[in-house]
């Protein structure tokens, strides 16, 4: 990592520590803390922990009830991940403006796979890169819980480490992707979120559409386009139990980085099936989770899902179609908003010529959506 590099991000990182500090320390917003610490596992970090602040605060201008929020969190890995990120939800004018600005830096340590539905489990490389990104984003209210707005999306990514990754440092170059490299999108989002609880929803729906160009003009090393649609939908069964189902689609389309290519897998995805263990030009998926609560502190949740990468929207053909399967313990470590430390046990399948990545343990902090 070169010394220049290395201090912006240092006092990046001061600058974000300084603003939640100050935050913090604010009484105007600090009405409540939440502080929960983080340990989680997955197959891709290993051990990891670390630490979470979330202050939150009830907007009491809106005509219906809203929380500003602030959440900051830092962790390390046992396989030499860290990151730092902070972001908040900002309500103005009577609730009819949402600002959501955010902030991420980390180190990873990540694997690469082959391309396509069909990529072999022999074909794991491991590379290791560092990145900032920031985003900003504001949304004008056009209905009630519906927000529509611009987003602003800046990010610089530097692979730090190749040596490992031949056919991956093969693929760039053939790319003409250098290794040092500028994502500057600018895009739309609208949003519908009608959820009881952002940590643990018992009702409601949270819908997000979103379109970014990301272009040469504004800074971008590369031009292409992102395309996101994402539908949540959280039905209550009886005073404890909750059916979660979610719905997904990521397509690129143009002269797409690698880093940005739509992936499947992971602890908030198919669990069982790795993390971005498939990569192409577009992802579809589908989850479907029943929770139960048992007790103030325990639960459990039982999981399925589907899903596949494909080279384009017009080639959705599921003859190696990727499921998962697997169920859970929950421990509330906060028992008012319900902050949930959880473990899942994940089965990955998939049919035809595609591998199967079998049997994961996952160990997180709040649901997987």
Not at 75 to 103: C, E, H, R, V
Request: net charge positive; charged share 20%; with cysteine.
């Amino acid at each position: 990592m070169s010394q220049s590099i290395f201090t912006r991000k240092s006092r990046l990182l001061s600058l974000c520590l300084s603003l939640s500090l100050g935050f913090s320390a604010t009484a105007t917003w600090a009405t409540e803390r939440i502080i929960v610490p983080i340990v989680f596992y997955t197959p891709d970090t290993g051990v990891a922990g670390g630490a979470s602040i979330i202050w939150v605060k009830p907007y009491e201008e809106a005509s219906k009830p809203r929380k500003d929020s602030l959440s900051t969190f830092i962790f390390l890995t046992q396989k030499g991940q860290s990151m730092f990120a902070t972001s908040a939800n900002k309500f103005l004018d009577q609730g009819n403006w949402l600002l959501t600005p955010s902030i991420a830096l980390g180190l990873s340590n990540s694997n690469h796979y082959a391309f396509g539905a069909t990529a072999p489990a022999n074909s794991l490389e491991k590379y290791e890169s560092e990145f900032i990104k920031l985003k900003l984003g504001a949304g004008k209210q056009l209905w009630q819980d519906t927000f529509l707005g611009p987003e602003l999306v800046l990010e610089r990514l530097n692979y730090t480490d190749l040596n490992k990754a031949p056919q991956l440092s093969a693929y760039l170059n053939q790319q003409a992707e250098p290794n040092s490299q500028s994502l500057h999108g600018l895009g739309i989002r609208l949003k519908r979120d009608t959820r009881d609880s952002s940590f643990y929803p018992t009702q409601g729906v949270l819908s997000q559409f979103a379109l970014r160009r990301f272009d040469r003009a504004l800074g971008s090393d590369f031009n292409y386009d992102r395309f996101e649609l994402e539908h949540r939908r959280y039905l209550p069964m009886g005073d404890k139990s909750v059916l979660a189902i979610q719905a997904k689609i990521d397509v690129a389309q143009g002269n797409t980085p690698y880093s940005d290519l739509p992936t499947l897998g992971g602890a908030n995805s198919l669990r069982g099936v790795l993390k971005d263990r498939y990569r192409d030009n577009a992802a579809l998926s589908t989850q479907i989770e029943w929770r139960q609560i048992v007790s103030a502190r325990w639960g459990y949740a039982v999981f399925m899902g589907a899903g596949d990468v494909f080279d384009g929207l017009n080639n959705t053909r599921f003859t190696h179609l990727k499921y998962a399967f697997g169920s859970g313990l929950r421990y509330a470590l906060n028992d008012q908003e319900r902050i949930n430390l959880r473990l899942d046990l994940g089965y990955g399948g998939a049919l035809g010529s595609a591998e199967a990545d079998g049997m994961n343990m996952y160990i997180q902090i709040t649901e997987a959506f």
